[in-house]
Structure formats: C-alpha cells, structure tokens
C-alpha cells in the first residue's frame, strides 16, 4: 500500500517485471487451462476488496462545468528526442483510463478504483473530472457508431460526471486493461472476479471503467481529455525524472510528482 507524501521510485517498483519473470520461469505450468487463458488470473492478481474508508466525494472533490473537448488533436508527428526514449525499454509508457458515471456517482466505489491505482504502482500524471457533452462522446466512441451499443453507451457517458487519469507505467496500458478485466461485466464476474469489472461493473454498458487499447488511441484520447498536456514534453523533461524517482503522492491533488518539485511540472 502505498503511503501518502512518502517518495518511491519505480525502480523498486519491479512487480510486473516480475510477473514477466515468473511467467517464463513456468510457475504457471502447474494452473489448469481456463486460468492460463485468462490473463487476470494467469497475471496472478493480488485479491482485493472494496474498503470502507475516507472517500473522495466530499472535500477537494470539483465537478467541472460541461465543457466541450478540444477537436482531437492527434500529434501525428515526434520529435527524435522523443523517439528515442519511446524506444527505450525502460521508458514510462502512457494510458487514459476513465472511471464512467456509475463508479463515480458512488464515491466507495470510486475511491475503491483510485485505490487499485496506486496500488498497481502506476503513476498519476494528472487527473480532472467533467461533464462529458454527448457531442464528445459521439466523437470518442465513433469507433463504435452503427453497433447495437452505441446509442445507450453514448448517453451513458454524458449522464453524470466521469473521472479522467493519465496514468504512467511501464506497460500501463495492457496493465490496466488487465486490472480493468474483461469488458462484458458477466464474463468478467466469471474469469476475473477480482478486476475492477468483475467487482464493481452493473452492465455492459455501466462496466465502471474505460482504458486505452494501443498507443495510438492512448495519445488521441490523453490529448482531448487533457488539451494542455504535451506528451512530448512530457516525455522529455517528467518522463526522465519521473522514471528514475523519488516520486512523491499528493493525496489532495490525486496526482505524483517529482519529489522536490512542490507538484505539477509543465503540461
Ligand atoms: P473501453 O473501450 O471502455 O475501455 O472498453 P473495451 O475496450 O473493453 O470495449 P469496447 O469494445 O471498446 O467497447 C467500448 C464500450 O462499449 C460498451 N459496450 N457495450 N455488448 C455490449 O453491450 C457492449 N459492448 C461494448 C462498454 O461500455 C465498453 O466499455
Ligand atoms: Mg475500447
């Protein structure tokens, strides 16, 4: 568990690796078929339970005005510097995760999630919450326009107020589509009881949580959630110090910094 304000660095921070480990060691030989199939299990997760504990829907807790999103600007091009840390195996990698309007009309439920957060190691580059207009979920969701789900996903997702994160972490995206579990809430109950979808998803639709799928759909949706982040920069001058810590944990701004820093560096 981590502790507020206390640095780490995510040196120390070697579970995943270790889980790679693990799994080319063969200790998984041993587990019958449909586990080794599903990655949640195959992963080994650390059960967990929501916990009744301070909660963030009171103080500090801000719900933006409806707002509409910046038009997608998707930053098709990078810098060599940029390009370069990318390569390296070592760098953070970059996810958006939302937290739906199910899991944030309660806020248990959405403390329980920022919780599995931290706890899964991954750093919060920023956080905000809003109101989603439907126009930008239409837009965010276009992948999936035409498909039976689309229209009650579309007013799902503009229907109370949403949490969005970037999260870092070496392989923050498929870490946590991992932790999300699987995205039809009964299966998810079945293969991954302790996913986030699997503990707290209501439907298919209010499955409590989204992630990014690639690395490409992670810097379009980070850029219209947060239209002031540039992930270049982030990648030349946080990335760096972020990666080799101390990094610190501001319980009332929900986000890690560079230990030192005060806070937020440049967006
Ligand atoms: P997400 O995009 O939210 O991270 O979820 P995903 O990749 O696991 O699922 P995706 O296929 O991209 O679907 C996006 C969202 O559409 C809703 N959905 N409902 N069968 C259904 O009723 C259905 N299928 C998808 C879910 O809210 C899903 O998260
Ligand atoms: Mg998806």
Redesign the pocket.
């Known amino acids: 568990m981590h502790v507020p304000g206390k640095p780490t660095t995510l040196q120390g921070n070697s579970h995943l690796a270790s889980r790679r480990g693990a799994t080319r060691r063969g200790p998984r030989a041993g587990l019958p078929r449909e586990r080794l199939k599903d990655p949640a299990r195959a992963a080994g997760y650390p059960a967990w339970r929501l916990v009744a504990g301070p909660c963030a829907g009171g103080q500090g807790r801000v719900f933006l005005p409806r707002e509409p999103l910046a038009a997608w600007p998707w930053n098709g091009w990078m810098r060599s510097e940029m390009a370069s840390i990318l390569r390296s195996p070592q760098a953070l990698q970059l996810t958006l995760a939302l937290i739906k309007p199910d899991a944030v009309a309660h806020p248990l439920i959405l403390e329980a999630v920022h919780q599995q957060i931290l706890s899964n190691k991954f750093l919060i580059v920023r956080m905000r919450e809003l109101l989603w207009r439907k126009e930008d979920c239409q837009r965010f969701?276009r992948e999936?326009e035409g498909r039976f789900?689309y229209q009650r996903?579309v007013e799902f997702m503009a229907s109370g107020p949403i949490r969005a994160y970037i999260l870092a972490h070496k392989d923050a995206i498929q870490l946590w589509r991992t932790l999300?579990g699987p995205?039809?809430v009964f299966r998810a109950r079945h293969v991954a009881p302790d996913s986030i979808r699997g503990s707290f998803g209501l439907t298919?639709?209010r499955?409590t949580?989204?992630?990014s799928?690639s690395v490409v759909s992670a810097s379009r949706e980070i850029a219209a959630f947060f239209p002031d982040f540039s992930e270049q920069r982030w990648y030349e001058e946080e990335e760096p110090q972020l990666r080799c810590g101390p990094v610190c944990y501001s319980p009332e701004g929900g986000v890690h910094y560079v230990a030192g820093t005060g806070g937020l560096g440049p967006a």
């Open positions: 969701y999936h789900f996903l999300m995205t039809r298919d639709t499955n949580t989204h992630g799928d």
